[in-house]
């Protein structure tokens, strides 16, 4: 158990929907990440926070938003969902401070649009 | 910039030994190693930080070789266990511009 928890699990919906992704990172951790990962393929960054502001940007879709909250969790949001948006989406947090940004990955959501 | 892995995939029998490289064209400030079985989430090996230490970690080992930017994955007798998709992340900064490498599939056969 990495300490990283993701809800729900799983998630079906269908097309043109709006779903939302938590995240509570470890105890302590400033840093949350979001990954998309398609089937069978790498893991594409999406969004860095540290301590409730964003850090980094990856190829992050304008349908997608995200935010960290004061007490540190996150929630991903799709909007306008696609046949393509179907994935696992995973959440890490890292501590940062220690000079190893090493990160603990969630079990992650599959999300399946229909 | 996302690094470089290879080989893209290896197949190998149960006690024969595998290396897996990460290359970067930037100077690196760190190499991190992670392991991903098949549906589930990525799990963290080790990192090794600019200064060419290297580290192991039961029969999984890495160096880094700062001049060339290279990281290097060992595993030696491997272990059906040791099946999974290998990512190198690299950063440049420390806590900066993290990304991962495409992946190396490794499949260990009875």
């Known amino acids: 158990d990495s300490g990283v928890t993701q809800t729900p699990k799983h998630l079906i919906t269908a097309t043109g929907q709006r779903v939302t992704l938590r995240c509570s990172p470890r105890?302590?951790?400033?840093?949350v990440y979001w990954y998309q990962q398609s089937l069978d393929q790498g893991l594409q960054f999406l969004i860095q926070y540290y301590n409730g502001e964003e850090r980094a940007k990856g190829n992050i879709l304008e349908r997608f938003s995200a935010q960290q909250f004061p007490d540190l969790h996150s929630e991903l949001n799709l909007s306008s969902l696609e046949l393509g948006d179907s994935a696992l989406y995973f959440c890490a947090s890292s501590s940062s401070g220690t000079g190893q940004n090493i990160q603990y990955f969630g079990a992650g959501t599959r999300l399946s649009v229909l | 910039q996302q690094p470089v892995q290879s080989p893209q995939a290896v197949i190998l029998r149960e006690g024969e030994d595998a290396v897996i490289n990460c290359s970067s064209s930037?100077?690196?400030?760190?190499v991190h190693w992670y392991r991903q079985k098949h549906g589930e989430a990525p799990v963290f090996l080790m990192i090794?930080?600019?200064?060419?230490e290297q580290k192991g970690h039961e029969k999984i080992s890495a160096s880094f070789n700062e001049k060339k930017q290279q990281s290097s994955l060992y595993l030696t007798a491997s272990q059906l266990s040791y099946s999974g998709t290998y990512f190198c992340?690299?950063?440049?900064?420390?806590?900066?511009?993290?990304?991962f490498g495409p992946g190396t599939r490794l499949s260990v056969l009875p």
């Open positions: 930037k100077a690196l400030y760190s």
């Open positions: 992340g690299t950063e440049y900064n420390y806590g900066q511009n993290f990304v």
């Open positions: 105890s302590g951790d400033l840093s």
């Open positions: 090794l930080l600019k200064g060419g």
